[in-house]
């Protein structure tokens, strides 16, 4: 659905959430509409729309033409937006039960009207506090299966491929994630963040000539190989669970890219759980991150043989290379993901929220040595047995 109110970009304010939620979402005629802020993120509001009297809910989320985390002096795109509620319903195609549902979008507006997840709880902070989401190595095992087949060229018809190719292109944000994840990081610039006891440990990764050259390789994948649509962001503050359910959220970074991408940066965050826990519960993190694999590689050879259009699908030993790929660049994507959260620009709650200095550095020291070692060696990882041996060997 469109959105029908004829208005230029403006930034919403309460009131005008709830009238443009009462014209997309059906309410009863009775609501009593109350409305509050509640984005966390660096780019956008996101306003929580209820019915005091049901407890019916509704989001809308907008982009701001600039970084909340930084401001005015770092404009964005607002096209953004759109680009996020046509993923959402990309991908929901495939996995409907895994995405919410999005009511209405306004390219104008810059805004998403989407389904209300406040029953669950970012990922992130509940794996944080200790949480279990039995269903989350499952369910995004899952996802990226389906999401990134059926939109590659191993699923789709060659002319529809291409023509997804152009619809998500997405060169303003792919331009943040260019910088902030392969450039930055790796150089002595004024946009890295770190604390003072880390500048050895960062001055050795700029100096680290073998390691600037397998980084620069994994981003000229990042720039040139369009294999499938794309989160763009696949992070654990990206995903709302419970026990019982998963939502993938926020893919506004959403663009056409290596199918390891995505698989990456989702192992590189529960990397950063596996490091800042101890005894069983690592074991539980080091559970869910070969479920992640398992789930994925199994479903995605399922999709291959059932509906693959690649001429050589039945070829001995493609599909075995097709996954090996995605592997190895998955390990050198997460060693990426786990430098740049460290000593970029944007960190994680999963390490900054350590109170003990000591522990903290040491965990923040430990998740650079794991991002070099996974990047370095990936060519070696032959199977997810292989990349959580990287993890257990650097932690010696």
Known sequence: MTL??????KGL??????????????????????????????LNYVFQIEDSKTGNRVIIKQALPYAKIIGESWPLTLKRATIEANVLRKHGEFVPSLVPVVYAADETLAITVMEDLSHLVIAREGLINGQNFPRLSQDIGEYLAQTLFHTSDYGLHPFEKKRLVAEFTNPELCKITEDLIFTDPFFDLETNNYEPQLQSTAEAIWKDQKLQLEVAKLKKSFLTESEALLHGDLHTGSIFASTTE??????????????????GLFLGNLIFQWITREGIERQVIASHIEKTWDVFAFSFSELWKRESVESFRDTQGYLEFVLDKVL??????????LIRRTIGLAHVKDLDS???TEKRI???????YTGRALILQRQQIDSITDFLKILQEVYK
Do not use: M
């Open 354 to 356: 350590i109170a003990e």
């Open 4 to 9: 029908t109110i004829p208005t230029t970009y």
């Open 328 to 337: 190895t660049d998955a390990a050198g994507f997460a060693g990426c993901e």
């Open 13 to 42: 304010t309460e009131v005008t959430a709830i009238a443009l939620a009462k014209a997309v979402y059906t309410f009863e005629p009775t609501a009593e509409l109350s409305c509050r802020e509640i984005g966390d993120g660096n």
């Open 362 to 368: 040491n965990s923040k020291e430990q998740a650079l």
């Open 246 to 263: 998963t939502k993938v959220i926020d893919p506004e970074f959403g663009f056409y890219g290596p199918i390891g991408f995505d698989v």
